[in-house]
C-alpha cells in the first residue's frame, strides 16, 4: 500500500487489522493471497462485518437494525459514486466506506453483489427457521456468493463458469459453517436444517430444546452434511480455473472447508455441545491433500 496516499493507506489499513481479528472459514486475510488483492478483499470483508455486526445486535430492535443496515447500505452507494471526501474522518467506519469506495471504482465491483449482502443480513434480523433447501439457498445466494464473486472480480477474472463454480464452493462453506455452528445457532433462536429435511427424517425440535440429538437429528445433520458434499464438488472447478497464488489460495479454502464438514460429521452426535474446528495438527493433512490434488479428489 505504499504507492498510495496516506489517508488511503490508512483506511485499507484500518480494514485489514479488522479482518485480521475475527475468525472465519473464508481466510481474507491469508498472505496466500496476491498481496495487489489484499487490500480490496480486505475493503470488501471489513464492509460485510459491520453489517453482520449490525444485523446481530439482539439489544436493539428489529426496526433499528434494519435502519442502520439501510444507513449502511447508502454510505456504501454514495462511496461507490465517489461522494465522499478526500480525507477521510478518524471513525473506523468511515474508513472502511473510504476504502471500499477506492476500490469499487477503481476495479470496477459490482455495487449490486453489495446489496445482496446486505439483503442477506437484514433478512438475518427476521428469519430464524427455513422450510426448504429452496429458501437456505436463496440466503446463501445472497449472503455467501457474493463474497466469492467479488474476489474474483478483484482478481480480473469475469467469466460465468467460474462464477457458478465459485457460488457452489461459497454456498458449501456457509453451509459447512451453518452445521459447524449447529448448537450455538440453535441457542441464539436459529436453525438452519430446512423443515422438509426435519420431516424426512422424523426430527422433531422439542429434542433440541431438551438438549439432545436423536437418531432422527443424527439422519438429518447427515443429509445436510451428503447435500453439501455435492455443492463442495461443484466447487471444485474454480480451485483449478484460476491462476498463481489465488489458485493455491482457493485450494486451501476448499480443503479447509471440507476438513470442518468432516469434523461435524464426526462429531454429528455432540453437535449442540460441541463446535469443529480445525487447528495446527491439521496443516500436515491439508498440505498432504493439496500436494494430492491432481492425482486424486481429497
Known amino acids: 500500500m505504499s504507492h498510495w496516499p496516506e489517508p488511503l493507506a490508512r483506511a485499507y489499513g484500518a480494514c485489514e487489522a479488522l479482518a485480521r481479528s475475527h475468525y472465519e472459514n473464508f481466510p481474507v486475510a491469508s498472505r496466500l493471497l496476491p498481496a495487489a488483492m489484499r487490500p480490496h478483499v480486505a475493503a470488501v ?47 473506523r467506519d468511515d474508513l ?9 471504482r477503481s476495479l470496477d465491483l459490482p455495487v449490486a453483489l453489495f446489496d445482496d449482502l446486505l439483503s442477506a443480513f437484514g433478512q438475518d434480523t427476521m428469519t430464524t427457521r427455513y422450510a426448504s433447501w429452496a429458501e ?10 457474493p463474497i466469492g464473486r467479488l474476489v474474483l472480480r478483484i482478481a480480473g477474472y469475469r467469466d460465468p463458469a467460474l462464477d457458478r463454480s465459485s457460488d457452489a464452493l461459497c454456498t458449501a ?14 441457542r441464539a433462536g436459529r436453525l438452519y436444517v430446512p423443515r422438509d429435511v426435519q420431516d424426512a427424517c422424523g426430527a422433531d425440535e422439542s429434542a433440541l430444546a431438551a438438549g439432545r440429538i436423536t437418531d432422527a437429528w443424527v439422519r438429518a445433520l447427515e443429509c445436510c452434511i451428503a447435500f453439501t458434499r455435492v455443492r463442495f464438488a461443484d466447487g471444485r472447478a474454480v480451485c483449478d480455473g484460476v ?52 492425482g486424486a479428489r481429497p
Do not use: K
Not at 174 to 186: A, I, K, M, P, S
Not at 247 to 275: K, N, P, Q, S
Open 45 to 91: 470483508y471489513a464492509f460485510a462485518r459491520v453489517a453482520d455486526d449490525i444485523a446481530d445486535q439482539g439489544a436493539a430492535t428489529v426496526a433499528d437494525r434494519q435502519a442502520r443496515l439501510g444507513a449502511w447500505r447508502d454510505r456504501l452507494h454514495c462511496a461507490a459514486a465517489g461522494q465522499v471526501g478526500e480525507q477521510p474522518p478518524e471513525h
Open 96 to 104: 472502511i466506506v473510504f476504502a471500499l469506495g477506492h476500490s469499487i
Open 136 to 145: 437456505v439457498l436463496d440466503y446463501c445466494r445472497r449472503s455467501a456468493n
Open 173 to 186: 462453506l456457509q453451509l459447512t459453517n451453518f452445521w459447524q455452528d449447529f448448537g450455538r445457532d440453535y
Open 243 to 294: 491462476r498463481g497464488r489465488l489458485r493455491a489460495e482457493l485450494r486451501f479454502t476448499w480443503l479447509g472447508g471440507m476438513r470442518i464438514l468432516e469434523r461435524v460429521e464426526h462429531d454429528r452426535l455432540m453437535a449442540l455441545e460441541r463446535r469443529p474446528t480445525l487447528g495446527i495438527g491439521d496443516v500436515p493433512l491439508l498440505v498432504w491433500r493439496a500436494a494430492r490434488w491432481e
